[in-house]
Structure formats: C-alpha cells, structure tokens
C-alpha cells in the first residue's frame, strides 16, 4: 500500500485497494487489469487476480455493463494484423462474465477509416455479444470524411448536434459527449459551446443523488495535453456536474487503462479492443506500440461497470483479452 | 508502333527540355539558390518534416504519410485540406502564392506545420 500523501500518484493493484478521497491515479498495464469500485468519490481497487471472488459480490448489484473502446477496425499494422479476432476475443471475455451485462458502451474508434464495411465488420462481431444494446460515441476515427454524417446515420440518427445524447438505466443517467469535431490547430478534444449548454440543461432537473455516468471517445481529464490526450473544454462540462454526488467519467483514445479520483468525480481510460499505445511521453509519439505477438491480448482489454442501487457505488473492472 | 514510340520519345524529350528550362529560369529571376520545383514533407510519428518548409512560389509540395496512423494535412485559414492519407498516401499542393501557410492534421491537431511561400 503506497503512502497516503496528498497528490500523490499511487500505483496499487494489490488486493487491500485504494481508499482515500483526493487524488488517485492508477494504472494497470501488460497483464494485470483492476476492479474498482467507486463509492462517494472514493475509488477503491483491486487486482484483477481476485475478480472471481470479489466480482462475484459486487456483480450482485443492480445495473452492470460494459465499455469496450478503440476496436479500429480495418487497421492491419505490425502491432495488431488482427483487430477483428481480438474483437471477437473480447466479446467471448464479456460473454464469460458471470453475469450479462445489461448493455455496453464504445467509446469511439469503431473504425480505422470510418469506411462502411468498417463498420459492418463491428456491427456484426458485436451481435454475437451477451449484452444486445450497445451505445456509441465517436472517436475522431469514426467521423474522418464526412464531419460525422455517415455515422450519425448509422448509430445516433435522434441524437443531438454531432452526436451527443443521454439516457437512464436504473436510476443512473448517462451522457455520451462527443469531443472528437471542429478540433482546432495545435489543441486538444473539445465538446463546444453548444454541447456544453445542453449538458447544463441535461442535468438541470436531476436530483444530486444521481449518479452520472459520462462517456466519451477523448479523456475528459488531462491525461498528456502534448500528445493531445485531454479535452479543451472539460472543465466547464464538469462544473455543470459538480453538485452531484457521484460522477464517473468513461473514455478511450488512449489504449490503456488510467484510473484517477478528482473530488467526487471519478476518471476511467479503457484499453484498446485492437492495439496499445505507449504510455505518455515514453516514446516519441503516441503511434501503436508493437508488442510479441504471445502478449498482444494482455494488453488489450474490456471494462465492466457495476453499479449497486444504493450504495452510490460503480464498480469498474479491467479485464485483459489474455 | 514503332513510329508512335518515337512520337512519345520526342514527346517527351520536349517536355524534360522544358521542365529544364523552367527550372533553370527561376532560380535566375531571384539571383537565391535553385529552389526545386516540388518539395517534400514527411509525416512521420506524429509530427511534419520539416515542420517549417520554405518554397519558391510555383513549388508543388507533397505530404507523405510515413505513420501507421492516418493523418490529414489542413490548412488552418482553409487554403487546401487533403483527405484523409492512411499510411504511405500522399498529398500535394501548388502554392501560387507568396505567404505563410499554417496547417495542422486535423485527426491529431497537436501536430501543426506550416509552409513559407517566397
């Protein structure tokens, strides 16, 4: 257990978690992943050698999914020749959950190239899955030739602006943002300022209470600004979600896991479906990091959420495609 | 055949000649070192290479994407905006005109060049 300094970056995988309020960050890399479980801005996490038993109890809740992220489908470098496979590899991970998950999120990065078949090829992998819905959000991949109609046509005709929408499940609302359009020269992800009204308005009327779940293609938290892994805008999205108890913010881009606790809003990076990326300013750039071939799938991964009606708490579970 | 072949080689010799001379023309009207015709920039692990390119106007410059990623190549003030390039696609430009030309990769826009047109 790392001392309990404020500020301090914690690197904790082991099983007695991470309990304190402020700042935390985490990471889980090549072969681990981690169980988290975030109660009133308090994350606490586990190593993913202990899912069975403790995944078991927390899987009892009310409402669990699913994120899975960056499948980037058509990509067929060196650092995965095979995206579509590990994404059936982890559609069999989410299938072997002990219990289904309700629904799953993909936040972004569908495709490589934003083509059709792309598309299709996703589209048909992910109906073989336990949990039937899925609901998007676009990666800057997903929206290359067309600012965004070509897949707002397919998954997100009644959203609103390029692609933003909420809906509830059990008492959880969720928003899907996206802060992959209009990116301006030299800066980072950014959601707008007519996103950013509608989120005011979105959450107006809910009850603090609520636990908020947001998910979006691009780190809502200043992940690596100089690999432009952060969004421009977030933190005036985030003051319109300070009054609420608990807020969990979803992401990708980043094909690695990134955990971090700010006051009562809790940051979650997913692994990539089809490649990792180095881990900020550890190489020149963020290009996909060849990895041998045997290690590929424990860089890879899902994540699935837990949330336990009443306990203001959401479980969030990494799980690696090895 | 054989006589449009000889065609085609005159053709062709005609229009080297003319390349030459045009080429030899211009560094002459400035008095400056020979500036090529066409330049290159290399879109290689995220960045642009050269990230300031100084071309004689007239000059086609051509983007080639070196990355396993796909890039753009953007002018910020709209001039020319390429496709989306996936790895080993090109782009070129013909900048006509004197001036500065900021771009960045629209997909990445931490990655920013620009052109100087003299």
């Known amino acids: ?322 | 055949m054989i006589r449009k072949s000889v065609c085609m080689v005159g053709l062709f010799a005609i229009v080297m000649i003319a390349t030459l001379l045009l080429s030899a023309a211009s560094p002459g009207s400035s008095a400056q070192s020979p500036q090529p015709a066409s330049a290159e920039v290399k879109v290689d692990n995220f960045s642009f290479g050269p990230t300031t390119l100084t071309v004689a106007v007239g000059t086609t410059v051509t983007w080639t994407n070196r990355d396993d990623i796909p890039h753009t190549v953007v002018s910020t003030d709209k001039v020319f905006k390429s496709k989306v390039l996936d790895t080993d696609e090109k782009f070129s430009f013909t900048f006509s005109k004197a001036g500065t030309y900021p771009y960045f990769c629209s997909i990445h826009p931490k990655m920013t060049g620009s052109v100087v047109v003299q």
């Not at chain 1, 992943?33 to 069975?52: D, H, N, P, Q, T």
């Not at chain 1, 470098?77 to 309700?102: M, Y």
């Not at chain 1, 609420?244 to 955990?259: A, D, K």
């Not at chain 1, 041998?292 to 991964?301: D, M, R, S």
Request: aromatic letters at 8%.
């Open chain 1, 1 to 322: 257990m790392a001392k309990r300094n404020k500020d301090e970056i914690l690197h904790d995988h082991n099983n007695d978690g991470v309990d304190r309020r402020g700042f935390l960050k985490c990471m889980a890399w090549a072969g681990t992943g981690a169980l988290c479980v975030m109660e009133g801005g308090i994350l606490k996490s586990y190593s993913l050698s202990r899912l069975g038993e403790i995944g078991a109890r927390e899987m009892a809740g009310e409402l669990s999914f699913v994120q899975i992220s960056d499948s980037h489908m058509g990509f067929n470098k060196p650092a995965n020749p095979d995206v579509a496979g590990t994404l059936k590899s982890a559609v069999e991970k989410i299938n072997g959950l002990s219990k289904p998950p309700e629904f799953m999120l993909h936040t972004g990065d569908i495709s490589h190239l934003s083509k059709p078949e792309e598309f299709d090829t996703v589209d048909q992998i992910l109906k073989s899955a336990s949990a039937k819905d899925v609901f998007f959000v676009p990666g800057e991949h997903d929206v290359l030739n067309d600012d965004g109609k070509s897949y707002l046509e397919r998954y997100n005709k009644n959203a609103k602006g390029a692609g933003w929408y909420s809906f509830d499940k059990k008492g959880v609302h969720f928003m899907g943002l996206v802060n992959v359009m209009n990116l301006k020269a030299g800066g980072l992800g950014t959601l707008g300022h007519e996103q950013l009204e509608w989120i005011e308005d979105d959450v107006q009327h809910l009850k603090h209470s609520t636990p908020i779940v947001v998910f979006a293609h691009i780190p809502l938290w200043s992940v690596y600004p100089e690999w432009g892994w952060g969004t421009e805008d977030s933190a005036q999205a985030l003051a319109y979600l300070k009054k609420f108890g608990s807020v969990t913010v979803l992401n990708g881009h980043i094909h690695q896991i990134m955990q971090k606790v700010e006051g009562n809003v809790a940051f979650h990076t997913a692994a990539s479906t089809a490649f990792p990326q180095p881990q900020p300013g550890k190489a020149d750039s963020p290009g996909p990091m060849k990895v041998p071939a045997e290690q590929l799938k424990n860089v890879l991964g899902i994540t699935d959420v837990n949330y336990v009606q009443g306990r203001n708490a959401l479980a969030v579970v990494d799980s690696t495609l090895a």
